[in-house]
């Protein structure tokens, strides 16, 4: 239906009634035909916008993750490092507490007190850079290091208790014997398997991969 001050317009103008039809008609596909050609340049518009701020945001995570990426590759030589040298304390600490809890005495060896000093020395030395290193570590590696401490630390705690006892009676002679031989037990069945722990996460750290064992 066309309008009616539309159609009194086109009347003063002239024609007759389908002329005027078909006129307004037209004037309706050409308003039609203004306002698509408007929504599609500016949806052109939005999609244009849309696609930069898009590449904007990708600029920005791609620029964090190169960063990230930078602080990896810097952090990872020190984490080698790290790994290195605590290894290496952890595996002279379990040498010091072989020599001492182990029952043979070459000749001219040292002393019981000079083999306690020594590892005692040892365990001292891998705590505190274990200590100092421990962000280096994920919770459940650093507690695996600490068992293994823990399981060299108490047999060292028990000979540093019983081997300076001047004993001399037969009776205390064979506690003291029994006593350090159920530490140097406990050493020798607990801390291999801490240690294979310890190595166990060190080798994650380090991506290597040991392959699986088969059994036929």
């Not at 001219?108 to 850079?129: C, V, Y």
Request: with cysteine.
């Amino acid at each position: 239906m066309i309008p009616g001050g539309l159609m009194e317009i086109l009347k003063v103008v002239g024609g007759t009634g389908a002329f005027l039809t078909i006129l307004y008609f037209l004037l309706q596909t050409l308003i039609k035909h203004v306002l698509s050609k408007e929504l599609v340049e500016h949806e052109a518009k939005v999609r244009l916008e849309t696609q930069l701020e898009i590449n904007k945001v990708t600029a920005q995570l791609t620029q964090v993750q190169n960063d990230l990426h930078i602080r990896l590759s810097a952090l990872h030589p020190k984490r080698l490092e790290v790994i290195e040298d605590l290894y290496r304390l952890l595996v002279k600490a379990e040498m010091a507490m072989q020599d001492l809890t182990s029952s043979f005495r070459r000749v001219g060896s040292p002393s019981d007190e000079e083999l306690w000093k020594t590892a005692a020395n040892a365990l001292d030395a891998l705590m505190l850079f274990f200590v100092d290193h421990r962000i280096y570590f994920d919770v459940a590696t650093a507690q695996k290091i600490e068992a293994c401490h823990r399981a060299m630390f108490d047999p060292a705690i028990t000979y540093s208790v019983y081997l300076p006892l001047p004993v001399v009676e037969p009776s205390a002679i064979r506690e003291r014997a029994e006593v350090l031989k159920g530490a140097a037990k406990s050493f020798n069945e607990i801390v291999p398997a801490a240690r294979a722990a310890v190595e166990k996460s060190f080798r994650e750290l380090l991506g290597v991969h040991q392959p699986e064992s088969r059994i036929d």
